[in-house]
Every structure is written in C-alpha cells, then in structure tokens.
C-alpha cells in the first residue's frame, strides 16, 4: 500500500507540472563595459559582420529586431541615420543528446552520461551495465546570444555581453527576448563574473 501511495503522488506532481501556466527562462550572463553610464536616449544603428551579411537579411533581421526591443527598454534608440553607437548581435545554436547517466551512451560514468547545464562532462566511475533500461535520451538545444556595443567616433567597445540558455525546445522569439533582456540586465553596469537571471514567461 505505501508503493501505490507513492506512485500516485509522483503522478500528482507530474500532472500539476504538466498544468504549470509559467515556463523559467534561466539564463546565464556574463557582461563587460568600459562606462559607467550611458546617456539616455542615445542613438545607434546596427552593424553585421561579413558572415552576418553573407546570412542574408532572412535571419539577421529578426535577431535585430527582437534586440531592438531590449535595447529600448535600457533607453538606447535606434537611429540608422544619426548614430553615436553601433551594436553588433549574434545568435549561436546547437543540437545535443543528454544521455541518461544510468544506461550505456558515450562519455563517462556508469555506462556513460552528459548531465548537468553547460559545463561538461562528468561521472560517478565506470562501472555501467550495458543498457537496456533507464530514461530515455533528450535533444538538448543550447543557445547563446551576443552583444557588442562600439561607440562610432572612437571606435572602443563600451559594452560586450553573452548570454546562454538551454532547453528542451529551439529558442522562439519570446524566449529570445528574455535572452536579450537578461544579457541587458543593468546595463551599462557589468558585475564580475557569470551570474544567473532567470525570467518566467507564459507558456
């Protein structure tokens, strides 16, 4: 009786997850900036690298676009015609297994495993047992998203920020958003080292 009592609570709280009305967006920021502040309201337009201009406008464009938007929200405008800054964005995507750690799969542990967000590889040791039972594997999608901010007349870099996220789905322009709104987050101030914002949005 105590296992179905277990049972049917581990279905409860799968049910309710499942019911959840919010979706986290955890985002890992690293930023650097060379001012401590930024005029309200200055103007800039947006540059693209020769990899970026080869891409071709169906898919810079909208990663503009959706960076625009943040940017406004920190008080920059966006001026093709008069700028003071010019801002380059990127976007990074990738497709990987997570393998389960308690069946056979490449890498390491018992009969192999990737687990954890984005910071390798481990394991407990090496003594798997082959497969054949365990969690199925998951398609991890691993996005990072880039913004440089160069001041025009001089030509320094004031502002550099990364952001990364990682999920189960590719990153849509909602989630996109949160990304760019995070990376932005207390911008143009820039705390040491990496630090984690995490957002909840609609489902």
């Known amino acids: 009786m105590p296992r179905i009592s277990v049972v049917l609570a ?7 997850a499942g019911c959840s009305t919010a979706r986290l967006v955890d985002t890992d920021v690293q930023a650097f900036s060379t001012v401590a502040t930024i005029p309200a309201g200055a103007t800039y337009r947006f540059e693209r690298l020769p990899s970026q201009q080869l891409a071709g406008a169906a898919q810079q464009t909208p990663l503009e676009q959706i960076a625009a938007g943040a ?3 920190v008080g920059l405008r966006q001026d093709e015609a008069n700028p003071k800054y010019s801002v380059q964005v990127g976007l990074s995507a990738r497709r990987e297994i997570s393998y389960d750690p ?5 890498g390491w542990g018992y009969g192999g495993g990737f687990y954890g967000r984005r910071y390798g590889y481990g394991g407990f040791g090496g003594y798997g047992y ?3 039972w365990g969690f199925p594997d998951r398609i991890l999608y691993r996005q990072q998203i880039n913004l440089l901010v160069r001041d025009l007349s001089s ?5 550099e920020t990364h952001a990364d996220h990682d999920s189960l789905q590719p990153a849509d322009a909602q989630v996109l958003a949160v990304m760019f709104d995070s990376a932005l987050h207390g911008f143009p101030h820039a705390p040491l080292g990496v630090r984690r914002v ?5 489902r």
């Open 10 to 16: 581990l279905l409860a709280a799968a049910a309710l």
């Open 71 to 73: 940017l406004e929200r």
């Open 102 to 106: 308690w069946r056979s799969g490449p």
């Open 130 to 132: 082959g497969g054949g």
């Open 155 to 159: 030509g320094t870099v004031v502002y």
């Open 198 to 202: 995490n957002v909840e949005i609609p």
